[in-house]
């Protein structure tokens, strides 16, 4: 196990230096092979050896060798975040590479946007589709039995933002939607609160900025993909754990069944679809508990 953390936490490494790349280049139109990196202040070609994942970073400290511009501390940080969400994810999943896979591809795919939204305010349709792929072949390749849910929780979560945007249309962009949506195919069921997670914590730092700025603050353009990235990586290790947490808590036993409802910034989702390993879809009737009989009619 030690060996395989190391090489996960490597690779991690590795692949956050290149999101990086990608992040910045991608909004650009610009091609994410070459040319080789350089200084956006001196235009001074990157050597090899200052390219390395955090340790260059921490070397140079945080400033370009030639002209001292400052690099931003956001790469280092994703590049350490991607290199725990991997590590996270081998911890996680460790009996089942499917789903080792397809939670690594998540992790990369909400540090892209994270870092394309921080710095253009954009969600690339490119990194969504590739992102949509890659997690659709996993899926059919190596989980064919959760082809169903995954996909009627990327459609229902795309739907419900897109209701929003709708709604309040200046409160989210499309890319916004069609990352929603994304997240269902990965997540699943777990989509509900990774949501939830989203719009509470984008709720949040908008009052913190209200209250820092005042009226101010209404003018600011957030990233809301960030929030929405946030509530992505929370669900994807703890979304099972806060939809079964939510069944357990606020659903009748096992011999009723009604369409228990919460909501996701107004929009309401079906518990059914949400029930996590106590009600997946498709999972068929279930046999009453010893000592129990079905009701009449049911």
Request: aromatic share 6%; hydrophobic share 50%; with cysteine.
């Amino acid at each position: 196990m030690g060996a395989q953390i190391v090489f996960m936490a490597a690779l991690g490494l590795i692949l956050g230096s290149f999101i990086s790349v990608v992040a910045h280049r991608v909004p650009l139109g610009q091609s994410i092979v070459a040319p080789r990196s350089r200084c956006p202040s001196c235009g001074t070609q990157i050597a090899a050896y200052d390219n390395v994942p955090v340790f260059s970073y921490l070397a140079l400290r945080g400033r370009c060798r030639r002209c001292s511009t400052r690099v931003p501390l956001t790469y280092p940080l994703l590049e350490l975040g991607l290199a725990v969400a991997f590590v996270g994810a081998l911890l996680a999943f460790e009996d089942d590479g499917a789903k080792i896979a397809l939670a690594a591809a998540f992790a990369a795919t909400l540090a892209t946007i994270t870092l394309t939204d921080l710095e253009h305010r954009i969600i690339p349709n490119k990194v969504l589709i590739v992102s949509a792929v890659v997690g659709t072949a996993i899926v059919v390749a190596r989980l064919p039995d959760e082809i169903g849910e995954r996909a009627i929780a990327a459609g229902a979560a795309l739907l419900a933002l897109l209701v929003v945007k709708l709604v309040q249309p200046s409160g989210m962009g499309l890319g916004d939607v069609k990352l929603a949506g994304v997240m269902g195919l990965y997540l699943g069921s777990a989509v509900a609160p990774a949501l939830l997670i989203g719009f509470a914590s984008g709720a949040l730092f908008g009052l913190v900025l209200i209250a820092r700025h005042g009226s101010a603050a209404r003018k600011t353009k957030v990233p809301f993909g960030v929030f929405l990235a946030i509530g992505g990586i929370v669900a994807l290790f703890a979304g099972d754990a806060i939809v079964d947490w939510y069944v357990d808590s606020f659903t009748p036993g096992p011999s009723v069944h009604p369409a228990s409802t919460f909501s996701v910034h107004g929009i309401c989702l079906d518990s059914r679809l949400v029930a996590g390993s106590h009600a997946r879809l498709g999972a068929g009737p279930q046999a009453p508990p010893e000592g129990a009989r079905w009701l009449p009619g049911g």
